[in-house]
């Protein structure tokens, strides 16, 4: 009996413990699906579940759970076992780390933002070729990228995308050769295989047919190789692509043998320059002509440049800052500041594409021959530059407009003090009227066509071509002739127009130093091509008038091989000719202020004349009364 009832009461709390477990699981169960107050409704409205916070990893999940209280050792043993491989040069193995780390810290934006970063910068310098680099940058946005994934509505990890491509390939010294690179990475791989343009067992390229509609559907690209690389000739170019066949690309790997008009895509998540999805808000970007995801390649076109992906993932990191649940803001950087990133990245593309020639029209290639035995001109129909500055004038504009920036004088007065203070502190961080005036006057045709006559008049002042950059400097659209310099505001042509009618751009510094280089340049011209008459009317002059000083009983054949400093000074420098911006403003003020006119002599490597002329002139009793003057003591024999 003892037995039994032993039996008995282990059954009854076997039961109970059983129920109990039923009524807390039942409970559980409640409290997670309580309409409104539950867990799930909870921690959905905090976004803190794994699929609010991201794309889920179940092997990385497994991995996490398996290691229990270790992780954060397991970590740490994994932190410096990556910088002892980097230390020793170990990419491979350095890579490894790092995605074992991102995997095990999928939700912690720290590690995903340094080792980004240590990969496209500090990784990518250790290589030589810069074909290495471009691989190991890829790679940095590529783990920032995928970071973004998993962790959503984080502004800073979009920024990060935006700005590796932004900085690292577009303004790094071998931007030239890593933008070729990203055109290329853009490219179908079929479009730019070497055995399109030659025959079998051939080096030269003997198919110019193909070769042509190759620079037709890509100008930005083979006028960079031909002008930055040096790729000279059309085997040069080919031979660029042949040496990059393969780099982190858009497409999927060729199939050896297999015929095929089209190469596939790779997945979204593989394919490099990873694209942003569509923007959500769109609040802090003016919508429509953005990149995305699901943009497809036919319309990409030329233009799917790395300042353009850029400015799409700097649109894309908006997106949080505007969500209405649940807002974040950046860590690093001020607010104002960062919701100007879009504009400022069209404003880089817009000066990129001046300064590799791409104005108003198109490009002329020289001295390749396609058929029917005549040079084609690429990139035509386009407004290249004045499309740039329109959209970045409209961007900037619209950011202004959404953030406030934009409030005139009578507006601001009616504010109250405090939001006052913070709209001046938030005018001056953003710089906001200086980059919408600078957006504002480039986009103006008058502006356009007057850079791209310097432009091509600075290419041919840099060979010696004086001949032909003098009448270009001296069109209408760009200096005027000499005849016009002095012509009322109102009759003001090309870049003298463009500075009398927008005094504001004209005061800028380094507009000012741009038009003292651009002025140089003209004067260059002219002093090559009349300079040595000049010089020679200058020497006699100087040398007529110091042999007047002489005695006039001194015979006149003992004056004239005497010759004093100065003409020594006039010998060995240019004439001094005059230029359109030598003369006053219509303020009667310096078109060019004498701190910038030194700046751009500076720029330009040239000595300031003048300066050195009245250094060879001083007396010593004139630099002793100097040096006294600034001891703070009187001059010689004073009181």
């Given at each position: 009996?003892?037995?039994?009832?032993?039996?008995?009461?282990?059954?009854?709390?076997?039961?109970?413990?059983?129920?109990?477990?039923?009524?807390?699981?039942?409970?559980t169960?409640?409290?997670?699906?309580?309409?409104?107050?539950?867990?799930?409704?909870?921690?959905?409205?905090?976004?803190?579940?794994?699929?609010?916070?991201?794309?889920?990893?179940?092997?990385?999940?497994?991995?996490?759970?398996s290691?229990?209280?270790?992780?954060?050792?397991t970590?740490?043993?994994?932190?410096?076992?990556?910088?002892?491989?980097?230390?020793?040069?170990?990419?491979?193995?350095?890579?490894?780390?790092?995605?074992?780390?991102?995997?095990?810290q999928?939700?912690?934006?720290?590690?995903?933002?340094?080792?980004?970063?240590?990969?496209?910068?500090?990784?990518?310098?250790?290589?030589?070729?810069?074909?290495?680099?471009?691989?190991?940058?890829?790679?940095?946005?590529?783990?920032?990228?995928?970071?973004?994934?998993?962790?959503?509505?984080?502004?800073?990890?979009?920024?990060?995308?935006?700005?590796?491509?932004?900085?690292?390939?577009?303004?790094?010294?071998?931007?030239?050769?890593?933008?070729?690179?990203?055109?290329?990475?853009?490219?179908?791989p079929?479009?730019?295989?070497?055995?399109?343009?030659?025959?079998?067992?051939?080096?030269v390229?003997?198919?110019?047919?193909?070769?042509?509609?190759?620079?037709?559907?890509?100008?930005?690209?083979?006028?960079?190789?031909?002008?930055?690389?040096?790729?000279?000739?059309?085997?040069?170019?080919?031979?660029?692509?042949?040496?990059?066949?393969?780099?982190?690309?858009?497409?999927?790997?060729l199939?050896?043998?297999?015929?095929?008009?089209?190469?596939?895509?790779?997945?979204?998540?593989?394919?490099?320059?990873?694209?942003?999805?569509?923007?959500?808000?769109?609040?802090?970007?003016?919508?429509?002509?953005?990149?995305?995801?699901?943009?497809?390649?036919s319309?990409?076109?030329?233009?799917?440049?790395?300042?353009?992906?850029?400015?799409?993932?700097?649109?894309?990191?908006?997106?949080?800052?505007?969500?209405?649940?649940?807002?974040?803001?950046?860590?690093?950087?001020?607010?104002?500041?960062?919701?100007?990133?879009?504009?400022?990245?069209?404003?880089?593309?817009?000066?990129?594409?001046?300064?590799?020639?791409?104005?108003?029209?198109?490009?002329?290639?020289p001295?390749w021959?396609?058929?029917?035995?005549?040079?084609?001109?690429?990139?035509?129909?386009?407004?290249?530059?004045?499309?740039a500055?329109?959209?970045?004038?409209e961007?900037?504009?619209?950011?202004?407009?959404?953030?406030?920036?934009?409030?005139?004088?009578?507006?601001?007065?009616?504010?109250?003090?405090?939001?006052?203070?913070?709209?001046?502190?938030?005018?001056?961080?953003?710089?906001?009227?200086?980059?919408?005036?600078?957006?504002?006057?480039?986009?103006?045709?008058?502006?356009?066509?007057?850079?791209?006559?310097?432009?091509?008049?600075?290419?041919?002042?840099?060979?010696?071509?004086?001949?032909?950059?003098?009448?270009?400097?001296?069109?209408?659209?760009?200096?005027?002739?000499?005849?016009?310099?002095?012509?009322?505001?109102?009759?003001?042509?090309?870049?003298?127009?463009?500075?009398?009618?927008?005094?504001?751009?004209?005061?800028?510094?380094?507009?000012?130093?741009?038009?003292?280089?651009?002025?140089?340049h003209?004067?260059?011209?002219?002093?090559?091509?009349?300079?040595?008459?000049?010089?020679?009317?200058?020497?006699?002059?100087?040398?007529?008038?110091?042999?007047?000083?002489?005695?006039?009983?001194?015979?006149?054949?003992?004056?004239?091989?005497?010759?004093?400093?100065?003409?020594?000074?006039?010998?060995r420098?240019?004439?001094?000719?005059?230029?359109?911006?030598?003369?006053?403003?219509?303020?009667?003020?310096?078109?060019?202020?004498?701190?910038?006119?030194?700046a751009?002599?500076?720029?330009?490597?040239?000595?300031?004349?003048?300066?050195?002329?009245?250094?060879?002139?001083?007396?010593?009793?004139?630099?002793?009364?100097?040096m006294?003057?600034?001891?703070?003591?009187?001059?010689?024999?004073?009181?």
């Amino acid at each position: 009996m003892t037995g039994s009832n032993f039996q008995q009461q282990s059954l009854i709390r076997k039961l109970t413990y059983f129920g109990i477990i039923l009524v807390l699981f039942a409970v559980t169960l409640g409290i997670r699906n309580l309409k409104g107050y539950g867990l799930n409704d909870q921690a959905k409205e905090l976004s803190i579940r794994d699929e609010d916070l991201g794309e889920g990893d179940l092997t990385a999940q497994a991995v996490r759970l398996s290691l229990v209280g270790s992780r954060g050792i397991t970590i740490c043993g994994l932190w410096a076992a990556a910088q002892d491989k980097q230390a020793k040069h170990k990419w491979n193995e350095l890579e490894l780390l790092v995605r074992s780390l991102t995997k095990l810290q999928p939700h912690f934006i720290a590690p995903w933002r340094f080792q980004s970063w240590n990969l496209a910068y500090n990784v990518s310098v250790e290589s030589d070729r810069v074909k290495d680099k471009y691989f190991y940058i890829t790679r940095g946005i590529d783990l920032a990228a995928e970071g973004e994934r998993k962790n959503k509505n984080n502004p800073d990890l979009r920024w990060d995308v935006g700005y590796f491509h932004q900085d690292k390939i577009g303004m790094a010294d071998e931007s030239n050769t890593l933008r070729c690179l990203f055109q290329l990475s853009c490219i179908d791989p079929l479009e730019r295989q070497p055995r399109r343009f030659r025959s079998p067992n051939s080096s030269v390229v003997d198919n110019m047919d193909e070769f042509k509609d190759f620079c037709e559907k890509h100008p930005m690209l083979v006028r960079r190789l031909r002008e930055t690389l040096r790729c000279k000739d059309p085997e040069d170019v080919v031979d660029f692509l042949e040496a990059n066949q393969k780099i982190p690309s858009r497409f999927e790997d060729l199939s050896s043998g297999a015929v095929q008009e089209t190469t596939p895509l790779k997945a979204p998540e593989d394919r490099f320059p990873p694209l942003p999805p569509i923007s959500q808000y769109g609040v802090q970007c003016p919508p429509g002509n953005e990149l995305n995801v699901d943009s497809p390649s036919s319309e990409l076109g030329d233009s799917f440049d790395n300042f353009a992906v850029a400015r799409a993932w700097f649109c894309y990191s908006q997106d949080p800052l505007d969500d209405p649940d649940h807002p974040r803001k950046p860590k690093l950087l001020a607010t104002i500041i960062f919701i100007g990133y879009p504009s400022r990245a069209q404003q880089y593309f817009a000066e990129k594409l001046e300064h590799e020639g791409w104005f108003d029209t198109g490009w002329e290639i020289p001295n390749w021959t396609f058929p029917p035995a005549s040079l084609i001109t690429v990139g035509k129909g386009v407004f290249w530059a004045g499309d740039a500055w329109k959209k970045a004038y409209e961007m900037t504009k619209y950011r202004g407009e959404r953030s406030h920036l934009d409030l005139d004088a009578n507006e601001v007065s009616k504010l109250p003090p405090q939001i006052q203070h913070i709209y001046n502190i938030n005018k001056n961080l953003s710089n906001h009227q200086h980059f919408l005036m600078m957006a504002r006057v480039e986009k103006d045709p008058v502006t356009v066509t007057a850079r791209r006559l310097f432009h091509q008049a600075g290419k041919l002042d840099n060979v010696g071509d004086y001949d032909q950059a003098k009448p270009i400097f001296e069109d209408p659209a760009a200096f005027g002739p000499p005849s016009t310099w002095d012509s009322p505001k109102e009759k003001a042509t090309g870049w003298r127009k463009v500075l009398l009618e927008n005094p504001d751009y004209a005061e800028e510094d380094d507009i000012e130093q741009e038009t003292f280089i651009l002025q140089h340049h003209y004067k260059h011209s002219l002093q090559e091509l009349a300079g040595p008459y000049y010089k020679q009317l200058v020497v006699l002059s100087d040398a007529l008038g110091q042999s007047t000083l002489w005695p006039a009983n001194m015979p006149f054949g003992l004056r004239m091989p005497w010759y004093t400093p100065s003409i020594q000074l006039h010998r060995r420098l240019h004439a001094q000719v005059q230029g359109p911006f030598d003369r006053l403003n219509a303020k009667g003020e310096r078109f060019i202020d004498p701190e910038n006119e030194a700046a751009a002599r500076s720029t330009l490597g040239l000595y300031d004349f003048r300066a050195l002329q009245m250094r060879m002139t001083v007396t010593p009793e004139m630099k002793e009364q100097m040096m006294m003057k600034k001891r703070g003591m009187g001059a010689p024999g004073g009181n």
